[in-house]
């Protein structure tokens, strides 16, 4: 039972020691996040996640722009697919 116990709080630890080297290796710089934030507050430019553009179209608006952008080009989809199962079945 302590053995166990024992490989267990190694794995742990092997895993956090990973997880804090790939930080330090790949991880964002402080000029990094500089920037990000920048983007994050810049209303002029293009939301780049869902979170972002919530934030940057407020709680209740973010839907109705979302549905306005994304509605055209998910109508020429659906055609797509519609065409593409109407030839499979033929």
């Known amino acids: 039972m302590h053995m166990k116990r024992v490989s267990t709080d190694i794995s742990k630890l092997a895993a956090f020691v990973y ?9 964002n710089t402080l000029e990094d996040l500089r920037e990000d ?7 002029r430019t293009t939301a780049l996640s869902l979170t972002e ?3 940057k179209e407020g709680d209740e608006n973010w839907s109705d722009d979302l549905l306005k952008g994304l509605g055209p080009w998910l109508m ?6 519609a065409n593409f199962f109407e030839s499979m079945r033929k």
Do not use: C, M, N
């Open 53 to 55: 553009l919530i934030i």
């Open 37 to 43: 934030i920048k983007h994050r507050e810049d209303q």
């Open 76 to 81: 020429v989809q659906l055609a797509d697919l």
């Open 19 to 27: 997880l804090v080297i790939e930080r330090r290796t790949h991880g």
